[in-house]
């Protein structure tokens, strides 16, 4: 449920990029009949160059595959060309079962530090959050035990009453936070992370140190409350 979320946010994100970078080149290439002549040109150097190691202009995407887009035959000439290597960088996701954890250890101690230092200002000292746009991490409600959110809808969501995986708490920190710098941190500070916050919400003993193993043994209190999306015929069962 967390991930379907995140990735309609990702694509919402996506979607309006491309918007407005439709809007911003129907207006440039409207009176400038140069400008033509320059977009074919860098997609002659795009297509040489789509095997070379350097950035090429992202010139096959077609303006007239989007509805408001600059026309048929017509080139967004945005973006560079994704390399293999940039792919495989992005392409670490980790699922429910953990299989794809990283080597690495992080104890609930070291977490703390690192939860002060570089999340604490918009999550708040204890993981209560800051409304509206930052979300609450910890501060697990006893009477939220028994998970009937439906029932009363202003009991807090936290990650140990409303987060399906423990494997999957690792990877969205370590994809997704720091929300001002993505993808900064080394997966020891990841574990540690992921063991201070599990610790706070009692999930965890508070002087657990977490590696693959011993996350991908950790049971989230709610796990079976969650059930897969089974909407896509290749859904995990
Ligand atoms: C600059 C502010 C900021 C900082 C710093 C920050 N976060 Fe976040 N965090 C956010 C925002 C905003 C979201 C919600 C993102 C969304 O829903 O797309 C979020 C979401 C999260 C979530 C998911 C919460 C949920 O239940 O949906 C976790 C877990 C999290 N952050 C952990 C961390 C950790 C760990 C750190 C420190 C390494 C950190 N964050 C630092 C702003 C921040």
């Known amino acids: 449920m967390r991930m379907t ?24 290439t409207a009176g400038a009949s ?12 795009a297509s ?4 070379g190691a350097t950035p090429v202009r992202f010139a096959d995407y ?13 080139h967004y000439g945005i973006g560079i060309r994704a390399t293999a290597a940039a792919i495989t960088k992005m392409d670490r996701d980790i699922g429910p ?5 990283p080597a690495g250890t992080g104890s609930v101690a070291e977490g703390g530090a690192l939860y002060k230092a570089q999340c604490a200002m918009c999550h708040g000292v204890n993981g209560e959050g800051m409304a509206p746009a930052f979300p609450r991490l910890s501060g697990r409600d006893p ?4 998970f009937k959110f439906a029932s009363d809808p202003k009991l807090p969501h936290t990650i140990g009453n409303y987060w399906s995986h423990a494997t999957t708490l690792f990877d969205y920190i370590r994809r997704a936070m720091p929300h001002v710098a993505p993808g900064s941190l080394t997966d020891d500070q990841v574990y540690a992370l992921t063991a201070y ?18 996350l991908r043994a950790v049971k989230m209190p709610y796990a079976d409350r969650f059930v897969p999306d089974d909407r896509r015929p290749n859904a995990p069962k």
């Open 62 to 74: 077609d303006g007239g595959a989007v509805p408001g887009g600059p026309g048929a035959g017509r």
């Open 5 to 28: 979320r995140v990735r309609r946010v990702l694509l919402g994100a996506m979607l309006g990029g491309s918007l407005a970078a439709a809007g911003c080149d129907g207006g440039a």
């Open 143 to 146: 009477a939220a035990e028994g």
């Open 48 to 51: 040489g160059a789509a095997t």
């Open 34 to 45: 140069g400008t033509g002549g320059e977009r074919a040109a860098t997609a002659g150097a």
């Open 97 to 101: 079962d953990g299989a794809e954890l």
């Open 197 to 214: 916050l599990l610790a706070k919400d009692d999930v965890i003993a508070k002087d657990a140190t977490l590696d693959a193993a011993a």
